[in-house]
């Protein structure tokens, strides 16, 4: 158990929980996120946090059996922040009342100003005025509770930001965990400061507690590690490694859904890097056979997901004594698929580090970043020693290109998107964009057009390209490319690759979008 200050986040199951956790880690405090459920009058007593937050969550405070933080909560006698359903609950339980949304609704960005009155909460907010943040809600409070002033409005929430400052107790009806809330971490900073936390949670010591748990964990067994040349799966590897040397073989599959050239560079630049046995599977003809003529995305990723798995562990019984399956799954992808520790949110998409696990495999899994985010998973890099070749690559989904591929997948397809892809991130290379973006990437649609070259029809495919800007890969805004850039690449790629007659450019954000289009 650790020695830090401890702060509890208990989660109504929001999709963006783990944001909080990853901006107080960023402020070096420790904390657990533990669905609401599992939060009794003991467990509170046990755990005895520093400070509590209540997260958003997908519910109405109206709704039958509506999630709610145990009473014995408020007499802990330490700062409490509610986040939107947070906020409504911990104003519901006090004495104040919500009402139910609808014509007040408010999703994306939103402007709070001031009201009278100074907060500590609110050390270096609204210097220019106003502050944007991020919103997300149905429902609102429309009286609050005794005991409690208000220090911000919006046009759509009279009570954004309200308190009562004699008690600690905080309650904000946006999101200042993400990204979209620029100004958000001087909240949770100052929040932290008023609930006294010294900031002793480091990288360095994250790396310390995961090597000393992969150890315990596997023992003197053997260990294979799914490889995919991406950040995270690189990260494992060599943290695993690190933990438990030789006793780790690294298995790189080939599912065919990778991009131009991708698996020689993969094996060649790993084996040039590291001393670690790498055995490369060939398996695209498996894995496009059994995707033939599947246009359902959940199918998609539930067969890949499958997939992986059983070449795993054919693999795996190749290497004596192996028990453990390591993987690079991230805490987005564990969000988006159940919610933390098996709190209540909604799946949104079935990753496949974590979809399609049967549910009786024969491998043991080890998932020492489980907990990071993206940005952490570099931090980590770098803390081990990486290249900051592996460290700056953009992310690329296990699933690959099948999910690039909307409808069904073909090996003709596949190529045309190979090309297509291959000229777009040469064209970013070029112009020096590569390190700005957080990924990019086209993808084929299912549709083909008309147009017009030289002097005859064609009719081949449409393709869009993306192209965002994150953090962490939760929330996304699309990269501002100019025209000329977007001009001179449509024309470049419909020159360069046969089968594309029209490129499109992706301007959704994340939400209401996703970053990949299944
Ligand atoms: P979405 O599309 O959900 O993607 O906004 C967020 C980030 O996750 C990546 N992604 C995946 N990564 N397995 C992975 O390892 C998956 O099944 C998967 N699906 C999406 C996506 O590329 C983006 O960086």
């Not at 802990?76 to 919500?98: D, F, N, S, T």
């Not at 958000?184 to 507690?209: H, P, Q, S, V």
Request: glycine share 10%; charged share 25%; proline share 6%.
């Amino acid at each position: 158990m650790t020695q830090h200050d401890r702060l509890l986040i208990i989660d109504f199951g929001s999709q963006v929980t783990q944001l909080i956790a990853r901006r107080l880690r960023e402020l070096k405090v420790y904390c657990e996120i533990h669905p609401y459920q599992n939060v009794t009058d003991a467990f509170l007593a046990e755990f005895s946090p520093r400070a509590v937050i209540f997260s958003g969550g997908p519910c109405s405070v109206f709704d039958e059996g509506a999630p709610m933080p145990p009473r014995s909560v408020f007499d802990l006698g330490v700062p409490i922040l509610g986040i939107c359903y947070g906020q409504q609950a911990m104003m519901q339980m006090l004495g104040g009342k919500v009402e139910r949304g609808h014509k007040t609704a408010e999703f994306g960005r939103a402007y709070v100003v001031p009201k009278d009155g100074k907060l500590d909460l609110l050390n270096g907010w609204f210097e220019d005025e106003r502050e944007q943040v991020w919103m997300s809600h149905g429902d609102h409070v429309s009286e609050i509770a005794p005991g409690f002033e208000v220090y911000g409005t919006s046009p759509n929430a009279p009570f954004a930001i309200t308190a009562d400052p004699s008690r600690h107790f905080y309650a904000v009806q946006f999101h200042p965990e993400v990204h979209h809330t620029p100004n958000g971490r001087k909240l949770y900073e100052n929040f932290i400061r008023i609930a006294g936390f010294t900031g002793d949670w480091t990288m360095g010591a994250y790396r310390e507690d995961a090597i000393a748990k992969i150890r315990e964990q596997v023992g003197d067994k053997r260990v294979i590690c799914g490889l995919s040349g991406g950040v995270d799966s690189s990260v494992a590897a060599v943290l695993i490694h690190e933990a438990i040397g030789d006793q780790l073989t690294c298995v790189f599959v080939d599912h065919g859904l990778l991009r131009l050239n991708e698996a020689d560079e993969v094996v060649s630049m790993f084996r040039d890097h590291y001393n670690i046995p790498l055995i490369h599977a060939d398996e695209s003809k498996l894995f496009l056979g059994e995707l033939e003529g599947q246009s359902d995305p959940e199918t998609k990723r539930k067969i890949i997901g499958r997939l992986f798995i059983d070449v795993f562990q054919k693999h795996a019984n190749e290497i004596e004594g192996a028990e453990f399956l390591a993987q690079g799954t991230l805490y987005p992808d564990v969000i988006e698929s159940v919610s933390f520790s098996g709190g209540p949110s909604v799946t949104i998409k079935s990753h496949h580090n974590v979809g399609g696990l049967p549910e009786k495999m024969g491998l043991k899994l080890v998932e020492p970043l489980r907990e990071l985010f993206k940005d952490e998973v570099r931090a980590l890099g770098r803390e081990l020693g990486l290249p900051e070749k592996f460290i700056g690559r953009h992310p690329f989904p296990g699933p690959g290109l099948a999910i690039r591929c909307p409808g069904e997948i073909t090996r003709d397809k596949l190529d045309i998107l190979r090309q297509a892809d291959a000229v777009y991130i040469d064209q970013i290379r070029k112009h020096g964009l590569y390190d700005e973006i957080w990924q990019a990437f086209v993808a084929i649609l299912p549709v083909r057009t008309v147009g017009v070259m030289g002097d005859g029809r064609t009719y081949d495919y449409a393709c869009a390209l993306r192209a965002v800007t994150s953090v962490d890969g939760m929330t996304a805004d699309y990269y501002p490319f100019s025209h000329d850039f977007l001009g001179e690449t449509a024309t470049r790629i419909i020159n360069e690759v046969k089968g594309i007659n029209r490129v499109t450019y992706d301007i959704t954000s994340k939400p209401p979008g996703t970053i990949e289009w299944e």
